[in-house]
């Protein structure tokens, strides 16, 4: 996806991972900070207070170049940042390096884009941020598996989906397109410069809370899944049609996305 010789900065500036939209040109360190402030913002609103971390593990699936995984090894004993693209796993190991604690990071390879090389039941947090709307929508229902497999009892899975939009009726759709063209070696070097295409190829799926549910299966909600929340923005509707789900408001959300909150029993 990008030649090897990047920075950290300049994968930042590169890539379609730029969450920054509106400076579009943003600095590494404010880049880790606005991870920072939403690694704060997301382990309070998950019911972890101040502090209560600090014995804890966890894997973030999709960690990127570590934009909040630098927040999270100052919090927690042990993080595993999983990722598709190992070029970002080195970027994340360089962002963690300069702004976090590198001596509680393990960079984990997701190879097949579906599972994680972590044996059964060995984190207490399964968390993943703006990454599985970017996988193919069973490469995602995978991961899920993945989290609830590599959970603890007792542990939190914390997932972040995006919802439909309207938008997203000509995005989804182009995106396959832009996915299609990438196989083309001298098309996809091309392609590859224009930041706003790499962003839309990586708009792989739309999976609603029930898609999801579905796929982890009924039965689990209630007795191997407890306290099965979706959280989602006041500003959109999400529709939640299985038993013993609750939903959550919560203001700081973006209004396109969702999050599935399970303690595994
Ligand atoms: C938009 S970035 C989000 C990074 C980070 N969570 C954040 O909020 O800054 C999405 C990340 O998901 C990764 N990704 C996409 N598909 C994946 C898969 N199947 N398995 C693991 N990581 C994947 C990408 O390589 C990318 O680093």
Redo the contacts with the bound molecule.
């Keep these: 996806m990008r030649a090897e010789t990047l920075t950290a900065e300049e994968a930042v500036r590169d890539t379609?991972?730029v969450?920054d939209n509106k400076t579009g040109d943003v600095s590494l360190e404010s880049f880790v900070a606005s991870?920072d402030d939403?690694v704060r913002r997301y382990l309070k609103i998950f019911g972890f207070p101040k502090g209560s971390t600090r014995d804890l593990s966890m894997v973030?699936?999709?960690?990127?170049?570590g934009?909040?995984t630098a927040g999270f090894t100052k919090r927690f004993r042990l993080v595993h940042a999983?990722?598709?693209?190992a070029a970002?796993l080195e970027r994340c190991r360089e962002t963690v390096f300069h702004h976090g604690e590198p001596t509680v990071l393990r960079t984990l390879h997701?190879v097949d884009?579906?599972t994680l090389d972590l044996p059964n039941a060995s984190v207490d947090l399964a968390f993943?941020?703006?990454?599985l709307q970017?996988?193919?929508a069973t490469?995602?229902q995978s991961?899920v598996s993945e989290a609830l497999r590599v959970t603890k009892s007792g542990g939190l899975i914390a997932l972040n989906f995006r919802t439909w939009t309207p938008l997203d009726a000509a995005l989804v759709p182009l995106g396959g397109v832009v996915r299609v063209l990438w196989r083309a070696p001298k098309v996809a070097k091309h392609m590859a410069r224009v930041r706003a295409l790499t962003r839309l190829g990586?708009q792989a799926n739309r999976l609603s809370p029930d898609d999801v549910l579905a796929g982890i299966g009924l039965d689990l909600i209630g007795s191997r899944l407890r306290d099965v929340t979706i959280i989602h923005s006041p500003r959109r509707r999400v529709r939640v049609s299985a038993d013993g789900v609750k939903k959550l408001t919560v203001r700081r959300v973006h209004p396109s996305h969702w999050w599935l909150v399970a303690r595994l029993a």
């Design positions: 379609g991972w969450f991870g939403e973030e699936i999709g960690s990127g170049i934009r909040m999983a990722d598709v693209d970002f997701v884009g579906r993943s941020y703006i990454t970017h996988c193919g490469d995602a991961l990586w």
